[in-house]
Structure formats: structure tokens, C-alpha cells
């Protein structure tokens, strides 16, 4: 239930066994003309882990060359470590 963690925002929902969603932080959808943002960074980089992860040199070039890096953990959120 704890899969997912934003440490620079606070949740904008809480799914447990109620589901508390925290109204004023979603955006409201605002009529009018629909906008297509073209000037947005696309050097993010996107990993999923899994237990049999071992490329450590991989995923440090990718923090050294990505303005930012989304991991993806196993499961409900797991990463493997290295020994």
C-alpha cells in the first residue's frame, strides 16, 4: 500500500483502506482552448529495477547524463541493493 513516494510534494491522495483525496491540490480543469506544450526537457530517463539488477555503471551514467531519472521499483516498490 506504501508503493509510491514524492519527497519534494506531498500526496495528492491516500489510498489505504479509505481513500482520502486531497481536493485542493488537484488542478481544476479549466475550459477553453486545448494547448499543446512543446518546449518541455526530454532528457529524463526512465529504469525499471527487478532483483536480478546488476548494471550499477548503467544507472550511474544515467544520473550523471539525464536532468532527472524515474526508477521503477519490483513489486510494491522494492529496489534492489547491492551487496
Given at each position: 500500500m506504501e508503493?509510491?513516494?514524492?519527497p519534494?510534494m506531498p500526496p495528492?491522495?491516500i489510498f489505504?483502506?479509505?481513500?482520502?483525496?486531497?481536493?485542493?491540490?488537484?488542478?481544476k480543469?479549466?475550459?477553453?482552448?486545448f494547448?499543446?506544450?512543446k518546449?518541455?526537457?526530454?532528457n529524463?530517463?526512465?529504469?525499471?529495477?527487478s532483483?536480478?539488477?546488476t548494471?550499477?555503471?548503467?544507472?550511474a551514467?544515467l544520473f550523471?547524463?539525464?536532468?532527472?531519472?524515474?526508477?521503477?521499483?519490483y513489486?510494491m516498490?522494492n529496489?534492489?541493493?547491492?551487496n
Amino acid at each position: 500500500m506504501e508503493a509510491f513516494e514524492t519527497p519534494n510534494m506531498p500526496p495528492l491522495a491516500i489510498f489505504d483502506v479509505n481513500l482520502a483525496v486531497d481536493w485542493h491540490r488537484i488542478m481544476k480543469h479549466h475550459r477553453g482552448q486545448f494547448k499543446v506544450f512543446k518546449d518541455m526537457n526530454t532528457n529524463i530517463a526512465q529504469i525499471t529495477l527487478s532483483p536480478l539488477f546488476t548494471n550499477w555503471k548503467a544507472l550511474a551514467h544515467l544520473f550523471k547524463s539525464s536532468n532527472a531519472v524515474i526508477l521503477s521499483g519490483y513489486g510494491m516498490g522494492n529496489l534492489p541493493i547491492d551487496n
